[in-house]
């Protein structure tokens, strides 16, 4: 996930920022907040990637002040406008993460999915946001999905073996979820509701 947030970066610095005043973060975060809504209006994202990726900038602007937020909004709005469909800026990126939406975006969400779909008793949060009454056929579609890329021959985030990327995160998610009590707690609420909503839709689109 960091090499996106990275190549956004990147990107968004090339642009023409002569006179500029927008801050570099603010510049970087509308540029994806942009990618994510005009490759889905644009037919080059599905749905569940649009969500990632503004699952991604959500997390970047924790703890911003207000008027970074503002910023933020105004620069999005300002790059969705400018931003035809064929525009190499909005095209390039996306070509060239492509990849990284599948091995690196994707996979912590199929994982939490899956190990707080088996708990006994899943935070209400995930019941609440996974609403998919069976959820078989979902873990059924991660289980494949997790087998090919470990089958792709691409390491997992942080050139880990799959198995073990597997287990490791599956144990932060255990230790995520229980944590919803503790300090911090809205946080990863946010991010198992997140982890519900993404995994379904992708699902959905993967049966399309």
Same mark, same amino acid.
């Given at each position: 996930? +960091?090499?996106?947030? !990275?190549?956004?970066? *990147?990107?968004?610095?090339?642009?023409?920022? $002569?006179?500029? &005043?927008?801050?570099? +973060? !603010?510049?970087?975060?509308?540029?994806?907040?942009?990618? $994510?809504?005009?490759?889905?209006?644009?037919?080059?994202?599905?749905?569940?990637?649009? /969500?990632?990726?503004?699952?991604?900038?959500?997390?970047?602007?924790?703890?911003? $002040?207000? =008027?970074?937020?503002?910023?933020?909004?105004?620069?999005? *709005?300002?790059?969705?406008?400018?931003?035809?469909?064929?525009?190499? #800026?909005?095209?390039?990126?996306?070509?060239?993460?492509?990849?990284?939406?599948?091995? @690196?975006?994707?996979?912590?969400? /199929?994982?939490?999915? +899956?190990?707080?779909?088996?708990?006994?008793?899943? &935070?209400? !949060?995930? #019941?609440?946001?996974?609403?998919?009454?069976?959820?078989?056929?979902?873990?059924?579609?991660?289980?494949?999905?997790?087998?090919?890329?470990?089958?792709?021959?691409?390491?997992?985030?942080?050139? +880990?073996?799959? &198995? @073990?990327?597997?287990?490791?995160?599956?144990?932060?998610?255990?230790?995520?979820?229980?944590?919803? =009590?503790? =300090?911090?707690?809205?946080?990863?609420? $946010?991010?198992?509701?997140?982890?519900?909503?993404?995994?379904?839709?992708?699902?959905? @689109?993967?049966?399309?």
């Amino acid at each position: 996930m +960091k090499s996106l947030a !990275v190549l956004a970066m *990147a990107v968004a610095a090339c642009a023409t920022v $002569a006179a500029d &005043p927008v801050p570099s +973060k !603010v510049r970087s975060g509308a540029f994806v907040e942009m990618v $994510a809504q005009r490759g889905v209006e644009c037919g080059l994202l599905k749905r569940w990637q649009d /969500l990632s990726l503004r699952a991604l900038s959500l997390q970047d602007r924790n703890g911003w $002040a207000e =008027e970074d937020v503002a910023a933020l909004r105004a620069e999005t *709005a300002r790059l969705v406008s400018a931003t035809a469909c064929d525009a190499e #800026s909005l095209t390039l990126w996306i070509e060239e993460s492509r990849k990284g939406f599948d091995s @690196e975006m994707l996979p912590p969400y /199929l994982v939490a999915y +899956k190990t707080l779909a088996e708990m006994d008793a899943p &935070p209400r !949060v995930f #019941s609440a946001t996974s609403l998919r009454l069976d959820k078989a056929p979902v873990l059924a579609a991660i289980d494949r999905k997790l087998e090919a890329l470990a089958a792709s021959g691409r390491p997992a985030e942080g050139g +880990k073996p799959w &198995p @073990e990327y597997i287990d490791r995160t599956s144990a932060a998610i255990l230790g995520f979820a229980g944590s919803l =009590e503790a =300090e911090g707690g809205d946080e990863a609420a $946010a991010w198992i509701a997140q982890s519900g909503m993404i995994v379904e839709i992708w699902y959905e @689109e993967e049966r399309e």
